[in-house]
């Protein structure tokens, strides 16, 4: 029979997510996580491949705003919900979703496409690369103190319902996408995702708590969701505390929340999976060997219109470079581009017959787009080859950004 693809219809929704939970291991969601990705899915950008009435390739897309060095804002596509099932692999299914994918994002005049990925080698045939990464810490709070900045004591902490603290968190998180590249800006319904406290996910631990910081002058500065999960062993107490987010809009509020969860009673294990790599929580330990730094890659770029995608954002130098880039999957971006920034006006980003003074492909330039990843590190992995001397340290300089992109939240 001749599969079929096809833009997802809203009674195909759940033969659609039953599909991608077999594709992903076959363990049912819960019923809020389903019900909630149901509201949030964006039915004319999600496909199915169908072979007769069953599904058997999925791919989907949400509308974000993703920020990027400078502080601006891009439309961003973020690929979602992809999935081939087993009995139709090494068929083209995932490469015809991703052809039409990427041609339906650049109709559509967003010049970036971004992603997680359950498996990293699948999507750099396809032009992504990781641009962020993530910090996962486990910290033993048994041996290891917490140096605070001046103020730390003049914050007031209160313990909040979670569901009732959502706005307060909401309007923190809002203020700090501008602050940090590859954060995206909260589109509605997706402040729900916070909130998800399925009982079956907990494996042990407590339901979702909130802790909030506040300001003399009682603003909300910062906030902390955590779950507490208990254990005992011969010696006494030896409890976690799960941390799911936190953020905070100053060094004081930070710190507090900080000391906040290291002093939970009955723990002495404090574990945050997803946070900046610059998280100055490196910097407050007295043991930052004993937090167990773990990195991950995070974030994924694709650039769907390069030109567009380069002048959106902020250059942290001068900048006069001419680009060689390779795309085999998206060719209009191929070819010599000349990438101008001086700090004054806006960048501009065209092309050129100009000598080439950096050779790479669009990968390269979506590793190193959020500013996270050196041009000159992918130098040295033989990845970009500089054709005139001095040129890759003063785009790898431009491209560097004063802080470390990051996703806070998965999609």
């Known amino acids: ?22 594709a992903f291991g076959g363990v049912a969601e819960s019923r809020q996580e389903r019900e909630l990705y149901r509201a949030l899915t964006e039915f004319e950008r999600s496909l199915g491949v169908w072979d007769g009435q069953v599904c058997v390739g999925s791919a989907g897309a949400f509308t974000f705003r993703l920020s990027v060095p400078g502080g601006g804002l891009v439309p961003a ?38 992603l997680t990925a359950s498996e990293p080698a699948i999507y750099g045939r396809f032009g992504y690369a990781a ?12 041996r290891v103190a917490l140096s605070v900045p001046p ?51 907990r494996e042990g631990a407590s339901p979702l708590r909130c802790v909030v910081a506040e300001r003399a002058d009682g603003s909300v500065a910062g906030y902390a969701r955590y779950r507490v999960k208990p254990e005992w062993n011969a010696a006494g107490p030896c409890g976690e505390v799960e941390v799911q987010d936190l953020d905070a809009l100053d060094p004081a509020a930070s710190a507090a929340l900080w000391r906040y969860l290291f002093g939970i009673d009955l723990t002495s294990v404090v574990r945050a999976r997803r946070r900046p790599v610059d998280d100055p929580l490196l910097h407050l330990v ?34 006069d470079v001419v680009l060689e880039v390779a795309d085999v999957f998206c060719p209009w971006n191929e070819g010599r581009w000349r990438l101008t920034a001086d ?30 990843v050196a041009l000159t590190a992918l130098a040295e992995a033989g990845r970009v080859r500089e054709l005139r001397p001095g040129a890759l340290a003063a785009a790898s300089r431009a491209f560097a950004g004063d802080v470390a992109p990051w996703l806070p939240h998965g999609f």
């Open 1 to 22: 029979m001749t599969l079929e693809m096809r833009i997802l219809r809203s009674d195909e929704w759940d033969v659609w997510y039953d599909h991608l939970e077999l």
């Open 77 to 114: 596509a973020g690929v979602t919900m992809v999935g081939v099932a087993p009995t139709h692999r090494r068929r083209g299914v995932l490469t015809s979703l991703m052809r039409r994918q990427l041609d339906d994002v650049r109709a559509g005049g967003e010049p970036v496409a971004v």
């Open 131 to 142: 641009a962020a990464y993530d910090l996962g810490v486990a910290v033993d709070t048994s």
């Open 151 to 201: 103020g730390t004591d003049g914050v007031r902490l209160r313990l909040a319902d979670p569901e009732k603290a959502l706005d307060d968190c909401e309007r923190v998180y809002a203020q700090l996408v501008a602050r940090r590249p590859g954060m995206p800006a909260r589109q509605p319904g997706w402040e729900r995702q916070a909130l998800l406290d399925p009982p079956g996910s």
């Open 286 to 319: 007295s043991d930052p060997r004993r937090a167990l730094p773990a990195l991950r890659d995070s974030l994924y770029v694709r650039l769907v219109d390069l030109p567009r995608a380069l002048a959106a954002r902020a250059y942290g130098a001068p900048l």
């Open 343 to 372: 700090g004054q006006g806006p960048v501009r980003c065209g092309r050129t017959e100009d000598p080439a003074d950096l050779e790479l492909s669009v990968r390269e330039l979506a590793a190193a787009y959020l500013g996270g």
